[in-house]
């Protein structure tokens, strides 16, 4: 059931309800017993309807908590170079055994970060049902990590400060991200450039599966 309709539906109910109500005050004039039997006709009518706005309204949210798990899983958890031949991971990029953990934790976050403004991207900036989503779905993943202090943040600009200069310059991102597992640059090899390629297409490729997501 699309949005449109239940939200016809929560109308009707509550239409329902109210004229319940009416009739038990108009039978408040023909005496007790009239009442008593609207009334509790009216009391029926009204927990029918929170029970069925409840179950619309929960069963909206369940849909796009369903979607955003789906969208982590395939974009996160495997991101979208997965697979591919040329892709770069911990191996190809190098990373010292003793570093793994660290590699890891920041490219989880990086894809993190980069699903929720791709998620932003592909709504037009838009504060939509899947953004919120995917906001409710971090916000308490970044501070178990200890990134924001508080689930109540607000979490655009902790992301945004994660994924700025992979959009307005793709290869300073790249370096920087990478400083941390080479001592010289020297050691980067073709990779400064290749995983700043990988990186920005996965975020694009990110923004066009939510734009299809917001179509449902």
């Not at 390629?197 to 599966?209: D, K, L």
């Amino acid at each position: 059931m699309n949005f449109v309709l239940k939200v016809i539906v929560v109308l009707l109910a509550g239409v329902a309800t109210l004229g319940a109500f009416v009739l038990a005050y108009e039978a408040y004039w023909d005496g007790l017993s009239k009442m008593a039997a609207a009334a509790a006709l009216a009391l029926v009518t009204l927990y029918c309807a929170l029970k069925l706005t409840t179950f619309l309204l929960k069963s909206h949210e369940n849909k796009y908590s369903k979607i955003v798990t789906d969208l982590y899983r395939i974009l996160v958890e495997e991101p979208p170079s997965t697979g591919e031949a040329a892709a770069l991971g911990a191996k190809e990029l190098a990373i010292s055994p003793n570093e793994l953990s660290v590699y890891f934790r920041k490219r989880t976050i990086t894809l993190e970060a980069m699903l929720y403004i791709a998620a932003t991207t592909a709504s037009g900036s838009n504060t939509t049902h899947l953004v919120i989503a995917i906001e409710n779905l971090l916000q308490p993943k970044w501070v178990a990590k200890g990134l924001i202090s508080d689930a109540s943040i607000e979490i655009y600009d902790h992301c945004w400060s994660e994924v700025e200069q992979l959009l307005e310059n793709r290869v300073a991102w790249s370096k920087v991200w990478l400083d941390e597992f080479y001592a010289e640059p020297s050691d980067y090899g073709p990779c400064l450039y290749q995983w700043s390629i990988q990186c920005r297409q996965e975020f694009e490729t990110m923004v066009s599966v939510i734009k299809n997501c917001e179509k449902i």
